[in-house]
């Protein structure tokens, strides 16, 4: 495994008690980075910290409260001196049924989270990187986000919005010393996988060319070097990790 050299900085994972985002968090951590984990479960956060190397900032935060996530921003902050880097990847998937079926209650909690909650997390920390001049943003879409999967409506258009949200934000920030940017992943074996039916797992590794599921330090190794001072002329863009999926 290739190592990028975090020293001196610091980053908030969000999601970070578990899956993709724990294994991003110990790839910063790896690199020498402090790293705040973000999570609503405590429980899962009290254990994930323990398996970076020196351990990590804990803060136990629901994305969808901005009021909790203003203050967890300016508490880590404080905590570890400084923010540089922001990794989003806080999300749920929610049921699958055609659009026309899908739950009105169901829909907003999708959006909740993965749309407003990110927004949110973006919102807080972008001022703190701003007064710095230095930050890099790794917001998590999916390749849902850009060809919709049947079945996963609110899903599917929640990480549309991440794409424009990121690419919007990018454009707002360039000629800033902050990048954002996001990945779009096909799909990854994670917990993430317990809200879904099989029938649809399994239309989802069809459409994969590799015949795989992606692995959760796969989509680390890509974001970590986002992370980093090399990603320094790319912003508001897309980068795939399909398998081959992503047709354009």
Known sequence: MNHLDFQGRTAVVTGGAAGIGLAVARRLAQGGAKVSLWDRDAVALDAAHRTLPGGAH???????DWPAVERAA???????????????????TGPNATTWDYPVDEWKR???VNVHGLFHCNKAVVPIMRANDYGRVVNIASVAGKEGNANAPAYSASKAAV???TKSLGKELAKTGVRVNCVTPAA???????????????FMLSKIPMGRFGTVDEIAALVAWLASE???FSTGAVF?????????
Do not use: N, P
Request: charged content about 15%; hydrophobic content about 40%.
């Open 110 to 112: 999708v959006f909740d």
């Open 230 to 232: 090399d990603c320094s």
């Open 240 to 248: 795939d990790l399909s398998g081959g999926r992503a047709t354009y």
């Open 74 to 92: 300016s508490s880590t902050a404080s905590a570890l001196g400084r923010l540089d880097v922001l990794v989003c990847s806080a999300g749920v």
């Open 58 to 64: 804990v803060q136990a935060v629901d994305v969808t």
């Open 188 to 202: 990854v074996r994670t917990a993430i996988f317990d809200q879904m039916t099989q029938q649809h797992i399994d």
């Open 163 to 165: 794409i424009g949200l």
